[in-house]
């Protein structure tokens, strides 16, 4: 199993970025998929997640900002980021849970300046 995640980079406060998390070793199409992020100092928290048939939830801080949606031709889940904010810099991870464990992407740094 291999999740990889891309798209990181630095943006300015109000900017956009689109995660992407290629996936291989699992059925795209019946595993839930998540997106976490974590901030220097601070735990790993979850953001949003999308279920094999497509429903999308949110943590109340990226509601109406992120969206998170998934392509079951490329095996790759999405993580659209809009008017980006500086206390959403961290390093977001792509997660599932596949056959008894977790699976973690290498993460992919997200710096938001004010």
């Known amino acids: 199993v291999q999740l990889q995640a891309s798209g990181g980079g630095l943006v300015q406060a109000g900017g956009s970025l689109r995660l992407s998390c290629r996936t291989s070793?699992?059925?795209?199409?019946?595993?839930?998929m998540n997106w976490y992020r974590q901030a220097p100092e601070k735990q790993r928290d979850l953001v949003a997640n999308v279920t094999s048939g497509g429903s999308a939830d949110y943590v109340d801080s990226v509601k109406g900002r992120f969206t998170i949606s998934r392509d079951y031709a490329r095996n790759t889940v999405y993580l659209q980021m809009n008017n980006l904010k500086p206390e959403d810099t961290a390093v977001y991870y792509c997660n599932t849970f596949w056959r008894g464990r977790e699976w973690w992407g290498q993460g992919t740094l997200v710096t938001v300046s004010s």
């Open positions: 070793g699992i059925n795209f199409r019946i595993a839930a």
